[in-house]
T-cell receptor, first 110, second 113 residues
Framework: EDQVTQSPEALRLQEGESSSLNCSYT??????LFWYRQDPGKGPEFLFT???AGEEKEKERLKATLTKKESFLHITAPKPEDSATYLC???????????FGTGTRLQVFP | DGGITQSPKYLFRKEGQNVTLSCEQN?????MYWYRQDPGQGLRLIYY???????QKGDIAEGYSVSREKKESFPLTVTSAQKNPTAFYLC????????????FGSGTRLTVV
């Protein structure tokens, strides 16, 4: 069964303290891995799509990487406005449906 | 600007009542989805539609119903058969074919009173 596991569940960082969020997945034939940011009471906002192992994408302080078993979202020198829940999702080979993890709730303190 | 509009933002339901959540998109996307989000749980798929006049059950379809009469619209009805409807409901759309991510609406918070 296709599955996505995110860790840690929650992460508290001091402003400027870099860290990484993990997304482990099992899917038979990955077509795409997606990262979203979700603020409280709002819908998820798209960040990145990764398609193959070794691929990396960057946006401001965020960098997403992909291996055959997991993806990392690296946050460099975070700011309080980076506080949000970060969701990971995978898409298998025979469907357009996305399977989501439970997310990592990030809090960045000044 | 293109996007997905969900309404209302907040909805209150009495016991035994059916309520309908609206979802409209102007992205010309073929596929639309309804997810339920509960604290500590991932997004769970309720129903999805890949083409007008066709839809499929997701993982937790019991107590819900949908229709897809127009490409732009995919309303969700939470029926009285849904025993625990209090949750945050998210509608999403995608182009359909291919490895595309979703565009999400801003959500509807449903509370049973």
């Amino acid at each position: 069964e296709d599955q996505v596991t995110q860790s840690p569940e929650a992460l508290r960082l001091q402003e400027g303290e870099s860290s990484s969020l993990n997304c482990s997945y099992t899917v038979s034939g990955l077509r795409g891995l997606f990262w979203y940011r979700q603020d409280p009471g709002k819908g998820p906002e798209f960040l990145f799509t990764l398609y193959s192992a070794g691929e990396e994408k960057e946006k401001e302080r965020l960098k997403a990487t992909l291996t055959k078993k997991e993806s990392f979202l690296h946050i460099t020198a975070p700011k309080p406005e980076d506080s949000a829940t970060y969701l990971c999702a995978v898409q298998g080979p025979y469907t357009d449906k996305l399977i989501f993890g439970t997310g990592t709730r990030l809090q960045v303190f000044p | 600007d293109g996007g997905i509009t969900q309404s209302p933002k907040y909805l209150f339901r009495k016991e035994g009542q059916n309520v309908t959540l609206s979802c409209e998109q102007n992205l010309n996307h073929d596929a639309m989805y309804w997810y339920r989000q509960d604290p500590g749980q991932g997004l769970r798929l309720i129903y999805y539609s890949q083409i007008v006049n066709d839809f499929q059950k997701g993982d937790i379809a019991e107590g819900y119903s949908v229709s897809r009469e127009k490409k732009e619209s995919f309303p969700l009805t939470v029926t009285s058969a849904q025993k625990n409807p209090t949750a945050f409901y998210l509608c999403a759309s995608s182009p359909g074919q291919g490895n595309h991510g979703y565009t999400f609406g801003s959500g509807t918070r449903l509370t049973v009173v």
